[in-house]
């Protein structure tokens, strides 16, 4: 039996395919949407994954407006953050966050989905989330792909 033929393949920068990927997030829920995402943007849907490197794919969203959440979720969910002085926390409801920016929305749900660390902030910036359809990456022609494919 060879043993050389069962060695781990381990991907570099080098060595990575990254791909463009168009997602409709027209009628998706907040939750199931940011989880394939990040799937993607981390590269674990491909057989080739490497959990210290950046072998995801970048992803173009759009349609960012036209999410859905379930429940009582768009006005009972809240999003703080701290000023850094004393009494200086602040939130905002879903509902409030949507009415300033649907994009940024999204794009909090997906980021608390990567790694809290330097290659989340390196995934992160693979994301490009757009309100509406027109989108700045058309020469990149990303291709579109049905989120119910992946798991």
């Known amino acids: 039996m060879d043993t050389l033929s069962y060695k781990t393949i381990s991907i570099n920068k080098a060595t990575r395919d990254k791909a463009w990927v168009l997602i409709d997030a027209d009628g998706q829920t907040l939750g199931r949407l940011a989880s394939r995402v990040a799937i993607l943007l981390r590269g674990k849907h491909k057989p080739s994954f490497t959990p210290h490197v ?36 602040r939130s905002l409801t879903a509902t409030e ?53 992946i798991n």
């Open 54 to 89: 950046d072998c995801g794919d970048n992803v173009v969203v759009i349609n960012a407006e036209k999410i859905k959440l379930s429940g009582n979720k768009w006005d009972e969910k809240t999003y703080i953050r701290y000023t850094g002085y004393p009494g200086g926390q």
């Open 97 to 149: 966050l949507f009415a300033k920016d649907p994009a940024r929305l999204v794009e909090k749900s997906i980021k608390g989905m990567l790694p809290k660390n330097k290659l989340g902030a390196v995934l992160f910036r693979n994301l490009n989330v757009v309100v509406g359809t027109k989108h700045a990456h058309e020469a990149q022609q990303p291709k579109a792909i049905n989120l119910n494919d």
